[in-house]
């Protein structure tokens, strides 16, 4: 026990201050679309926006009346309305009436081997024509001109895809705690620094805004190779990094907005069919990363008190650079970097959420998405 604290804490304070230093640095170092110049309409190749829409009658109007509004010559949105039961497909009728860029697909059935919303963007993409797939969902809200920025980041930087980071409405003690340790760990889990490295096995996607040629998403397999995932936007990325095209990702967060979920109630229900997806559905995989998860972000704050000598100065290091990388996140959102305070408390709900969903997962059999039951032997045979 003399050595091993000494071992533990070291090593813990090693990762913040190398890996967690390196990723946290490249999340700050991300181009910023804020920098880049809007195109000019003779170099706006014409953009098919995609999106899913079941259900969406509070965040729908919102989210459309933005769509719409986008200063963009060569446009065409679809909305995929997949079995909708309240007034979303009314709104969205309406809407196209009143603006001819506005296709509506319905779908009243869910074909057997897939998952709703892969499906219903799939749907979406075989009506559509532009060069480029703009692929975001039925509640983000974007800025005037954030297209016209993206086409010439693409175009500069040379790029088949494009994501951003988008900003998150956090309201709230509770939500800023969840959501900035959420950011710091999707950080730490795909090390932006090698996603625009075509040698790096490093990719993110966010269904807020992905960005595609669309010769690359064909060719990638579109949503076809899909079908099963959960975490479709997150798997897309992958798949078009590993047939060969260029990503990249950049940060939007006053050009692409989102209110995830209103609460830590509905953030904690909202991620119960994906943070299992994550581990692809391995018990053995969960528990290894919520055991990472604790040792590296909340033991030392636990353990402190009750150390001494190398011990205390290694784990009082491994606290402070945790803070530290924390709060350089928390400043990439938008948000307080006072809430980097709360990270060991961001890391025990972390770890709650993933452990919940894992129980939740395993116990019904499966993932219910969308008042609809997929079995888990189906999903892991289907995922990709």
């Keep these: 026990m003399r050595f091993i604290l000494p071992v533990l804490f070291g090593l813990i304070a090693l990762f913040w201050l190398t890996y967690g230093l390196r990723v946290v640095y490249a999340a700050a170092c991300l181009p910023r679309l804020r920098k880049t110049p809007p195109a000019e309409d003779a170099n706006c190749p014409c953009i098919s926006v995609l999106f899913a829409a079941r259900d969406e009658e509070e965040k729908l109007p919102a989210a459309l009346e933005t769509l719409l509004a986008l200063e963009y010559s060569k446009l065409e949105i679809v909305a995929a309305d997949d079995r909708s039961s309240d007034s979303t497909s009314r709104i969205l009728?309406?809407?196209s009436a009143k603006d001819?860029?506005?296709?509506?697909v319905r779908i009243d059935e869910l074909p057997a081997g897939w998952l709703g919303k892969p499906h219903a963007l799939q749907r979406a993409y075989e009506v559509s024509t532009g060069e480029w797939l703009l692929f975001t969902d039925a509640d983000v809200?974007?800025?005037?001109?954030?297209?016209?920025?993206?086409?010439?980041?693409?175009?500069?930087?040379?790029?088949?895809?494009?994501?951003?980071?988008?900003?998150?409405?956090?309201?709230g003690f509770w939500e800023n705690v969840a959501l900035t340790f959420f950011g710091l760990g999707l950080y730490l889990m795909t090390d932006p620094y090698g996603i625009e490295n075509p040698r790096s096995s490093s990719y993110m996607g966010i269904g807020a805004f992905q960005l595609v040629r669309r010769t690359a998403y064909e060719s990638s397999g579109t949503h076809c190779k899909l079908a099963l995932e959960v975490v479709d936007d997150?798997?897309?990325?992958?798949?078009?990094?590993?047939?060969?095209?260029?990503?990249?990702?950049?940060?939007?967060?006053?050009?692409?907005?989102?209110?995830?979920?209103?609460?830590?109630g509905n953030i904690v229900r909202g991620v119960t069919k994906n943070f299992f997806a994550v581990t692809n559905y391995s018990l053995a995989t969960a528990v290894v990363q919520s055991l990472g998860i604790f040792c590296v972000s909340a033991l030392p704050f636990l353990a402190l008190p009750f150390l001494h000598g190398v011990a205390a100065i290694l784990a009082?290091?491994?606290?402070?650079?945790?803070?530290a990388m924390h709060a350089i996140a928390a400043f990439v959102m938008g948000a307080?970097?006072?809430?980097?305070?709360?990270?060991?408390?961001?890391a025990l709900l972390f770890d709650y959420m993933l452990l919940r969903s894992t129980a939740i997962t395993l116990r019904q059999g499966?993932?219910?998405w969308r008042d609809t039951f997929y079995p888990l032997d189906k999903l892991r045979r289907g995922g990709s």
């Design 336 to 346: 307080s970097p006072v809430y980097a305070l709360t990270h060991p408390i961001g």
């Design 100 to 104: 001819a860029r506005l296709r509506v």
């Design 316 to 323: 009082a290091i491994a606290a402070v650079a945790a803070v």
């Design 234 to 264: 997150m798997k897309l990325a992958r798949n078009i990094k590993k047939a060969g095209f260029r990503s990249g990702l950049a940060l939007a967060t006053e050009f692409v907005i989102v209110r995830w979920h209103a609460g830590i």
């Design 366 to 368: 499966g993932v219910i």
């Design 141 to 171: 809200q974007l800025r005037a001109d954030t297209l016209r920025r993206a086409i010439s980041s693409v175009e500069q930087r040379n790029l088949d895809h494009l994501t951003l980071i988008c900003g998150l409405v956090m309201k």
């Design 93 to 95: 009728r309406a809407a």
